[in-house]
Structure formats: structure tokens, C-alpha cells
């Protein structure tokens, strides 16, 4: 973990409204493993205390990316960075997704950002598996383009059927657990709302695979010390214990965290 102040290296907006934020660092680049975050401190006008989470989207040429949407004072202040500002940054933190288990056909799940979140993985992963991802419509459906780079077939569901099937990222994804031809065994990944998480976990649960869960939850500190990112997971004797996403996680089994106390 590195606290750095890095140079914005560019900015673009991408579709449906996020936006793609490079920052200059070959350190962090060197270092971040998939589904980790930075904690980034806002630009001034909105700098406060409280440093915002991001997951590292790509690393690469001594450059770290992030993928944001502007949904309040934070991250609406960094729309206005350019090419040359410098932003405090730590990272990176937490601990991200371990690398699919030998001889697995990887299934990602991702609604809104997590279909960023997922990136390193899919780009790490020893061979391309299935992806899917899940939007409330066309334009909250991104990164189709570099995952099909990878190799990776993307799997689409929007709610209002404005692109792939009409749904939840559970339809087609039950459609494709249920069909006797898909590959086996598997092991699933995922990144979005909670209630997206839980179910990616059922239906492990229900296809005796493992999954990886990275859960989303307010964040202080980041680095472990304020404990205001707790979430209960079980302990492996079965004990629920509190553990700090930022720390222990963002990525657990999904097998060992408390769903019932999930909306
Ligand atoms: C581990 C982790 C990784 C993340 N990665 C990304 C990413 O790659 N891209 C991205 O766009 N966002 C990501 N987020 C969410 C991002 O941190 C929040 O959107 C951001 O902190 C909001 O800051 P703000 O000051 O703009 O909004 P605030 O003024 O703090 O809040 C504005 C609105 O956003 C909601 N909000 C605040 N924090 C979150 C959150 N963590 N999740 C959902 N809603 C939130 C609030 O409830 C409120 O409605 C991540 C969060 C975590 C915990
Ligand atoms: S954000 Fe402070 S302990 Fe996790």
C-alpha cells in the first residue's frame, strides 16, 4: 500500500455518464491485483476528510484507471480534473478476487460499476470464461468491448430490454445454469448491488460452486481503523463475526457472509 500524490494523466467521458479517470503511477500500476480499490481524496471544492473508494479498473504503462459515475458532491468534484492536476491517493487496498482454481470455467456477474471492478480479473484469468452483465438499461452496460477483447463471451440482461434479454442479470444466467450443455465445473465472481450479490450466492449455493463476492459498503478510513465498512461473515467455526470490507475484503466467499442481515 502506497500513498501518493499522482498526476491526472486524462479524462474522457464514457457512456452512461461515467467517466474513465487515468492517473500517472507506476507504482500503483506495479502493484494492483484484481479487485482491489484506491481511496481517493476529492479535488477541491469538495474536499473533505473523507477520501472516496474506487475499484481499479485497468493497470497498465505505469497507469492506473478508474471508472466512476458522478452521483454526488465527491465524485461530481473530480469531473472537473484534467490532464496535469494531481490527486492524493492510497492504495492499493483491500483484498481482491483470487484467481479462478485450476480447470474452472469462470462466470463473472457485474451490475453498474462492478462490471469495471471485474476487469483485472477477466484480463488475469488462465482462459476466458462467461460474463454477465446486468443494467437497468443500454447505457448502464459497460466495457462490453474490452471483456469480448479478452475473449470473454458477454452475456447481456436490461430491465427495460433496451439491450440483451429483458431483466434482472438473472435471467440469463438462470437460463444458463439450467442448460445441460454449459461447461463445468465452474466458479463465480462478482461485483454490483448487494441484492445482485445474494443472489449470485444462492445460485451457488444451488450449483455447489464457489463464488467471490465484492461487496459495496460506505467507507471512512479505508485502511481499517474507523470500522465503519463492518459487514458479519462467518468465522470458519461457524461463528458470525464482524469483519471491515475495506480490510478483509472488498472480495469474501460469498459462502461465508451473514446474507440475512442483506436488504
Ligand atoms: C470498494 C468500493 C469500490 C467502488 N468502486 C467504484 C467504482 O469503480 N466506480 C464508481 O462509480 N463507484 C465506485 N464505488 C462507489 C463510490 O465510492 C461512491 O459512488 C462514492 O463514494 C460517492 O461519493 P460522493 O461524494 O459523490 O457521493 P456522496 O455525496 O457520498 O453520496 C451521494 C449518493 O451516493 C450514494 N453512495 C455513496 N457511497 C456509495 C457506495 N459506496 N455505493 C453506492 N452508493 C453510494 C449515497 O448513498 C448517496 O445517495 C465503490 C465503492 C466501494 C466501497
Ligand atoms: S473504512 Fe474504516 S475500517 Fe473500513
Not at 473508494?53 to 466512476?68: D, K, N, T, W
Not at 471483456?147 to 434482472?168: H, N, P, Q, Y
Not at 472488498?250 to 459462502?255: K, S
Amino acid at each position: 500500500m502506497i500513498i501518493e500524490d499522482a498526476a491526472v494523466a486524462g479524462q474522457e467521458r464514457r457512456a452512461g455518464g461515467y467517466y474513465l479517470l487515468s492517473l500517472r503511477s507506476p507504482k500503483l500500476a506495479a502493484l494492483a491485483r484484481p479487485g482491489q480499490f484506491l481511496h481517493v481524496r476529492l479535488p477541491a471544492p469538495a474536499d473533505t476528510l473523507l477520501r472516496r473508494p474506487f475499484s481499479i479498473f485497468q493497470a497498465a504503462e505505469g497507469e492506473v484507471r478508474i471508472l466512476y459515475k458522478p452521483v454526488g458532491r465527491g465524485t461530481h468534484s473530480m469531473t472537473a480534473l484534467q490532464a496535469g492536476d494531481v490527486l492524493s491517493v492510497i492504495g492499493p487496498l483491500g483484498n481482491g478476487f483470487p484467481p479462478p482454481a485450476p480447470g474452472v470455467h469462470p462466470v463473472l456477474v457485474a451490475g453498474g460499476y462492478g462490471m469495471a471492478a471485474l476487469y483485472l480479473l477477466a484480463a488475469s484469468a488462465p482462459r476466458p470464461g462467461t460474463a454477465f452483465f446486468g443494467g437497468a438499461g443500454a447505457a448502464d452496460i459497460l466495457c462490453v468491448p474490452e471483456f469480448e477483447a479478452l475473449g470473454w463471451k458477454v452475456i447481456i440482461a436490461t430491465e427495460d430490454g433496451s439491450l440483451g434479454a429483458r431483466g434482472r442479470v438473472t435471467t440469463p444466467l438462470d437460463a444458463w445454469l439450467s442448460a445441460s450443455a454449459r461447461p463445468r465445473p465452474i466458479e463465480f465472481f462478482a461485483c454490483g448491488p448487494n441484492g445482485m450479490l445474494k443472489a449470485v450466492a444462492e445460485r451457488a449455493a444451488a450449483a455447489g460452486a464457489r463464488a467471490w463476492v465484492s461487496m459495496d459498503r460506505s467507507m471512512g478510513c479505508g485502511v481499517g481503523a474507523c470500522l465503519t465498512c463492518v459487514q458479519r461473515v462467518r468465522a470458519p467455526n461457524g461463528e458470525a463475526v464482524w469483519a471491515r470490507v475495506c480490510k478483509e475484503g472488498p472480495v469474501f466467499e460469498a459462502g461465508s457472509v451473514v446474507w440475512e442481515e442483506i436488504e
